[in-house]
């Protein structure tokens, strides 16, 4: 059999896939925080183009790629599926894990599935410069790649704590053109508001939207990005589950369990929602979210209306959050430290279509080490949390279970978090009850 399933270029999806088309019951809208009503189209225009917009609200199940966006895709997709048969012998598991390798992007994980995108629809509106946040680095590196492509500017706010652990990752969006800031900065007043209640701020994923979502506003030039969350962003990443799809297909197999990590729930939607209209039909198949116990939005969070961001600039979405002025401890999984989750993940969450799971991040690094040593890459921390879950279900399988995992990025510039767990240096970082019990206080 074969172990490494890889497509031609022909076969990258033509269409993405919005599971909103097959949902059995109706969303809870986004909301407008000012009138509490739902949101209209146009009260997104002055941050996000109409063409984003409309995919945001789409009900359609299929939407066109546009041939810009496939051209780029082209180099590095389609991404391969491969077996960890190395893995599987070190466990001693007669479970079959696969893994689909959106490391191999130019940026270096799953992110590009969807900066593409967003950059081109920017782009031909208009649009001269995008802003965004990131945590790890990685989605600020695709968005710099993308606009390089297109030839925007870009300005990226970065969590300071991942600004200070991964300097090449900053160099890495400069090289591709882009403006970096350590955030909270001192450039906006959302961040000038946080430093003046905690200047040592280590900074996190809300915080840093705050403030490219206040760039974009203030800019007429200038829209936001989003790297994750939101309708649009998991309709991109489904060119990861149908690609997986036709690929498993051609393997002769067919997923028992599927797995991915889940920071605001972008690549685990890429992998899974193309598989939703077989759960609906009556497949016995299971997904799997896999988040650090220091930052249990689906495991501990409340399912509730609330910003997407720490200041509240952003609309009302119903999600699973641990509330919006959640500042997550400073796991080495910086991708991961987001305080709510997809509404479109939230939701099927909460109908129970998606089990929830979390992990300390010393259990997740020695899943990460297993996996580098057996299968020779190197997974980002965030990408160490679908790995340690795809082997506990391995090694928990009895029988020849299938197990999916998305393999959402590579660790090449985590080193240092790699370094800490080495050599015996990495913390576990615990969440105290009285600073979760504050946050999700502010959740109505
Ligand atoms: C490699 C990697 N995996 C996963 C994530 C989590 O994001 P999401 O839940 O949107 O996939 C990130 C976010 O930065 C990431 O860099």
Redesign the pocket.
């Known amino acids: 059999m074969e172990e490494r399933i890889l497509l031609s270029e022909k076969e990258i999806p033509q269409q993405w896939y919005n599971v909103q088309a097959d949902l059995l019951k109706p969303m809870a809208p986004p909301l407008n925080p000012g009138t509490n009503q739902p949101i209209k189209p146009e009260e997104l225009y002055p941050i996000f183009p109409k063409g984003l917009v409309a995919q945001e609200m789409s009900q359609e199940r299929w939407i066109d790629i546009p041939d810009e966006v496939l051209e780029v895709y082209r180099l590095w997709r389609p991404s391969p599926l491969c077996r960890a048969r190395r893995l599987e012998k070190a466990l001693g598991t007669k479970a079959q894990i696969w893994y689909k390798n959106e490391s191999v992007s130019a940026a270096?994980?799953?992110?590009p599935n969807t900066a593409i995108a967003q950059a081109y629809y920017n782009k031909i509106e208009g649009v001269k410069r995008l802003s965004t946040e990131?945590?790890?680095g990685?989605?600020g590196s695709a968005l710099s790649l993308a606009c390089q492509f297109f030839g925007m500017k870009c300005t990226v706010y970065m969590v300071k704590v991942s600004f200070q652990q991964k300097p090449y990752r900053r160099i890495m969006m400069e090289t591709w053109g882009a403006e970096v800031h350590a955030s909270p900065t001192n450039l906006t007043d959302s961040g000038k508001k946080i430093l003046a209640e905690f200047p040592d701020s280590p900074g996190s994923l809300g915080i840093a939207i705050s403030e490219a979502v206040e760039d974009a506003a203030k800019h007429e030039d200038t829209n936001y990005s989003l790297?994750?969350?939101l309708n649009h962003?998991c309709l991109h990443?489904s060119v990861v589950g149908l690609e997986a799809k036709k690929q498993m297909k051609l393997a002769g197999i067919y997923p028992d369990i599927i797995i991915?990590?889940?920071?605001?729930?972008?690549?685990?939607a890429?992998i899974c929602f193309p598989f939703v209209p077989d759960k609906l039909a009556g497949k016995p198949l299971r997904f799997v979210a896999v988040e650090p116990k220091v930052c249990p939005s689906l495991t501990r969070g409340k399912f509730a209306y609330d910003f997407g961001d720490t200041v509240g600039l952003t609309p009302l979405l119903k999600m699973f959050t641990l509330g919006h002025k959640f500042v997550p401890p400073p796991v080495h999984a910086?991708?991961?430290r987001y305080h709510g989750m997809?509404p479109l993940v939230s939701f099927l969450a909460a109908e129970g279509m998606i089990e929830p799971r979390a992990y300390q991040q010393k259990e997740v690094f020695d899943a990460a080490l297993l996996f580098a040593r057996t299968e020779g890459i190197i997974p980002?921390p965030?990408?160490g949390h679908a790995i340690k879950a795809a082997i506990d279900e391995a090694k928990a399988a009895s029988g020849e279970k299938v197990i999916l995992v998305n393999f959402?990025?590579h660790g090449h510039f985590d080193l240092a978090s790699y370094d800490a767990y080495l050599n015996g240096k990495m913390v576990e970082l615990e969440l105290s009850e009285e600073a979760l019990k504050k946050s999700m206080g502010e959740v109505k």
Do not use: I, M
């Open positions: 270096g994980s799953h992110k990131t945590g790890a990685q989605w790297g994750s969350v962003v990443q991915g990590c889940v920071g605001g729930g972008s690549n685990f890429g910086g991708g991961l997809a980002a965030e990408t959402s990025g």
